[in-house]
């Protein structure tokens, strides 16, 4: 071919072109091993010398204008491309933001910091103790020595021959203030805490509960001082027409010892499946602090009395959240919380 139908040729390919592979096809028209420009290159040879300088010359001009229209489209092609891609990727800031699934407060933990709020506004403590606990703590300073039927109950977690245990119940709490107290008074205190006991796990039994113990010792303590401070616990957890009751019980650690009743919240009285038609649900034991115990710890029964109470806080989440399953309360489950957030909201 001559460099001039070359040229003609090239004037007519040189539109733009939309693709890269239009592009390329193109390049290998002109300047691959057998393209047109390529060839004419080495048609030189037989070109006469005298013509050679200006035959290289115009086959140069054929490829640089080859070459920038290459570049130029290559650029345009590549700049388009990108923002193809840019505009489908482009974030719509007018769209609504999706939904972050966000937690809820555990049901329990709440329950303890309500009962929490409510003692503390009236002068309590809220103190710790520890669940790795001593026999002389969990019972003998309880008035409960070994060998007696009493322990049978609690079915106690030994770590260390007899003495090291996992506490089964939050009233220890009580001999270490009183022993830190050193015969001083007031005492008002109320300690949440984990208890263990060697129950097989189920709806209603769990190996590990927790328990909120209270304790008050100062002169003339009595059960009326115990039943009006229950009371005020009780309006603000199950609303303020909610009424209490003792009932005659029996704990070492206390003389006398009682139990104490609420009016059911769900049924307020009428009778359903969660207060077994009574009306009434048992949910404290308490009792006025016996002699002994004081004694042992230090505390003169002939100057001092006291009251002291314990219950299980997740028996409460129970019934408060209207749960039947005690496992839930430690499940992690989202769905889980959120369903007895709602039910509460309700
Ligand atoms: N510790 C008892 C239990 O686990 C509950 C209890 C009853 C605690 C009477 C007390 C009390 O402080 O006075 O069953």
């Keep these: 071919m001559s460099i001039e139908s070359v040229k003609s040729e090239l004037e007519k390919d040189l539109v733009?072109?939309?693709?890269?592979?239009?592009?390329?096809?193109?390049?290998?028209?002109?300047?691959?091993?057998?393209?047109?420009?390529?060839?004419?290159?080495?048609?030189?040879?037989?070109?006469?010398?005298?013509?050679?300088?200006?035959?290289?010359?115009?086959?140069?001009d054929l490829r640089n204008t080859f070459n920038d229209y290459f570049e130029s489209n290559k650029?345009?092609?590549?700049?388009?491309?990108?923002?193809?891609?840019?505009?489908?990727?482009?974030?719509?800031?007018?769209?609504?933001?999706?939904?972050?699934?966000?937690?809820?407060?555990?049901?329990?933990?709440e329950l303890v910091e309500q009962v929490e709020e409510v003692f503390l506004s009236m002068g309590y403590d809220v103190v710790d103790g520890p669940e790795i606990e001593l026999d002389k703590y969990n019972f003998e300073m309880l008035n409960i020595p070994k060998g007696h039927p009493a322990r049978d109950a609690q079915d106690t977690f030994y770590i260390e021959g007899e003495e090291i245990l996992l506490r089964s119940q939050t009233s220890p709490v009580q001999v270490r203030t009183m022993l830190e107290g050193k015969g001083e008074v007031p005492i008002r205190m109320i300690c949440p805490g984990k208890t263990y006991r060697r129950d097989d796990d189920d709806a209603t039994h769990s190996h590990q509960f927790m328990q909120i113990e209270g304790l008050v010792v100062d002169k003339d303590i009595s059960l009326s001082d115990l039943k009006g401070t229950l009371d005020i616990l009780f309006k603000k957890l199950f609303g303020e027409?909610?009424?209490?009751?003792?009932?005659?019980?029996?704990?070492?650690?206390?003389?006398?010892?009682?139990?104490?009743?609420?009016?059911?919240?769900?049924?307020?009285?009428?009778?359903?499946?969660?207060?077994?038609?009574?009306?009434?649900?048992?949910?404290?034991?308490?009792?006025?602090?016996?002699?002994?115990?004081?004694r042992m710890s230090g505390y003169d029964p002939e100057k001092w009395t006291g009251f002291a109470f314990g219950f299980g806080a997740d028996r409460l989440t129970m019934l408060k959240y209207d749960i039947n399953d005690c496992r839930a309360i430690y499940n992690t489950d989202l769905r889980e919380s959120k369903a007895f957030d709602r039910k509460e909201a309700e």
Aim: net charge negative; hydrophobic share 30%; proline share 4%.
């Design 16 to 60: 733009d072109v939309s693709s890269m592979e239009q592009l390329i096809e193109l390049k290998n028209k002109y300047l691959s091993k057998k393209g047109l420009i390529t060839e004419l290159n080495s048609e030189i040879k037989n070109v006469p010398n005298e013509e050679k300088k200006e035959f290289g010359q115009k086959v140069n």
């Design 75 to 109: 650029n345009r092609i590549e700049e388009d491309i990108l923002n193809q891609k840019l505009s489908k990727e482009a974030i719509d800031i007018t769209l609504p933001a999706t939904k972050v699934v966000s937690g809820a407060p555990n049901m329990l933990e």
């Design 241 to 294: 027409d909610t009424q209490s009751r003792f009932h005659p019980s029996y704990y070492q650690f206390t003389e006398p010892s009682v139990e104490v009743d609420i009016t059911c919240h769900k049924c307020k009285g009428a009778g359903c499946n969660i207060c077994k038609n009574t009306g009434w649900i048992t949910i404290v034991g308490a009792g006025v602090v016996h002699p002994n115990v004081l």
